[in-house]
């Protein structure tokens, strides 16, 4: 028998593992089933737990901003406990912090801008919407730096920071809870209480071999209650995330 050292993902001296290179594994078919058995019965676990979290959540509803902070917020942490769950159970696949790291991302969104159109005042209104977000590929515990603007149709900017968790499924289904806090310039768009706004959101993603992600995303933008009015706004984006490499070579 020959034994072999392979490092993990960060090549540090905790993920080095001693294993056999041509051990005899005569069982390993049914260890294979049983695993296998394993992961589909914590999938189910976990799916069973989020959808309980989602029902438990009151449904966005126009004029109704902070039942969309409340599905967003009690969707992210299910998530998260998901992820933390599986970082546990599973290893890697469900899991929060044991993820290969990425590369850095930009991120490119197009959508509209308050979907749920609530207010008579101003209109209705409703606007398309441009994002350009960097995603660094730096990580604090599970989280990691985002920072973006956002452009409407009507002249609205916002420019943000934030933070954002990556809480894969499997290899490739990636869903991301974020929040950020930013500045809200409202332009001839919709007029919002105040110009510091704080955003949360999820991000639903693919993510291919090569770091590509192309996904979906719902947002949440309101001012916490410190400005004269608290409207809030909703927003729905369809993005696609490209590796820097993309941009600047390899």
């Known amino acids: 028998m020959v034994w072999s050292f392979v490092a993990g993902p960060w090549k540090s001296p905790r993920a080095v593992a001693i294993v056999p290179t041509n051990a005899s594994t005569p069982n390993q078919p049914a260890a294979d089933a049983a ?98 977000e960097y995603r660094p590929s730096y990580y604090l515990w599970i989280t990691h730096p985002i920072a973006g603007i956002e452009v409407t149709s009507k002249g609205a900017t916002y420019l943000y920071g934030g933070f954002m968790a990556d809480v894969r499924f499997g290899k490739h289904f990636i869903v991301s809870p974020s929040a950020a806090v930013g500045w809200y310039n409202q332009g001839d768009d919709r007029e919002m209480g105040s110009p510091l706004e704080f955003r949360t959101g999820l991000e639903a993603a693919w993510r291919f071999d090569d770091g590509l992600r192309v996904g979906a995303a719902f947002h949440h933008l309101s001012n916490a209650d410190l400005g004269e009015s608290n409207p809030g706004v909703e927003e729905a984006t369809l993005n696609v995330s490209l590796p820097i490499q993309y941009f600047v070579g390899r």
Request: no cysteine; aromatic share 6%; hydrophobic share 50%.
């Open 35 to 132: 695993s296998e058995g394993e992961t589909m019965r914590f999938r189910a676990l976990i799916g069973v737990s989020l959808a309980a979290a989602l029902a438990a959540a009151p449904v966005a509803r126009p004029a109704h901003a902070d039942q969309a902070f409340n599905l967003i917020w009690m969707s992210s942490a299910a998530l998260l406990a998901a992820g933390a769950v599986g970082d546990l159970v599973r290893g890697n696949d469900i899991s929060s912090n044991t993820m290969p790291r990425e590369v850095d991302l930009l991120t490119f969104g197009a959508g509209m801008h308050n979907v749920w159109s609530d207010n008579e005042d101003d209109g209705k209104l409703r606007s398309a919407l441009a994002r350009f």
